[in-house]
């Protein structure tokens, strides 16, 4: 069975070149450009994996991380952020404080992010990751 994952960030070209990668690499791709469709998809999808940009309008990837861990049915889905914010408190909050499964800075490469992906689905598989 193959993973799905929910790619979100505000930036249409970025969630085109994300899924590309995730397409190519087998897995299967949902797409959301906001906070609000973020998690309407999170509840009605129920994704192996979401990976989440920080800065978006209205609500942001810290909040929808927030409304995922406070759902009963969608807090053991891991959430990694791909975020433009490169400065260690933010990587520090996102993984200690968020309980974020994954960190991962642009620019990245589509080794990078595939190698994050498949680190937090065997981390998942294994029981060890949400």
């Known amino acids: ?19 590309l990668f995730l397409n190519n690499a087998g897995y299967t791709t949902l797409s959301a450009f906001s906070g609000e469709e973020a998690l309407e998809k999170t509840f009605a999808e129920k994704p192996d994996l979401i990976l989440l940009d920080i800065m978006m309008p209205k609500i942001d990837g810290w909040e929808v991380l927030r409304r995922i861990k406070e759902d009963p049915e969608a807090r053991n889905i891991p959430v990694a952020f791909i ?26 490469s589509k080794q990078e992010l595939l190698g994050e992906v498949r680190r937090i689905l065997e981390e998942k598989r294994a029981g060890g990751v949400s």
Request: proline share 2%; glycine share 4%.
């Open 1 to 19: 069975m193959t993973a799905k994952i929910l790619v979100v960030d505000d930036d249409r070209e970025m969630v085109e070149l994300i899924q």
């Open 83 to 108: 975020t433009a914010r490169t400065q260690n408190i933010d990587k520090m909050i996102g993984l200690s404080v968020m309980k974020a499964a994954g960190y991962i800075t642009k620019p990245f």
